[in-house]
């Protein structure tokens, strides 16, 4: 089982940036992708930005060219850097771990961002 602590999340005006960070422990090495998705009031959970265990990434559309999703083998963490943010970036962001990027199967309790 992966443990998984956000942190990070905050207030920022529009075409700021923030960057999320993503602690992971526990059955690291049974985890080949990490992600991060996010759930703003009133839509469904959507995924932002993936990273698989030799370290391709799989962005959204959406955030596209603005986020960019990284991690720290050494440091057994997750980041999410999201520049030129916008209102429509605002969620609490929650970051995953699963053994594939078709199914996660540990979540992290969620840090809110939100965007004025």
């Known amino acids: 089982h992966v443990q998984l602590v956000e942190s990070g999340g905050g207030s920022v005006q529009a075409g700021g940036s923030l960057r999320l960070s993503c602690s992971v422990s526990g059955s690291v090495s049974s985890t080949n992708c990490l992600g991060w998705f996010r759930q703003a009031p009133g839509k469904e959970r959507e995924g932002v930005a993936f990273?698989?265990?030799?370290?391709?990434?799989i962005y959204a559309d959406s955030v596209k060219g603005r986020f960019t999703i990284s991690k720290d083998n050494a440091k057994n963490t997750l980041y999410l850097q999201m520049n030129n943010l916008t209102p429509d970036d605002t969620a609490i962001y929650y970051c995953a771990a699963g053994y594939a990027c078709a199914g996660f199967n540990s979540w992290g309790q969620g840090t809110q961002v939100t965007v004025s």
């Open positions: 990273i698989r265990g030799g370290g391709s990434t």
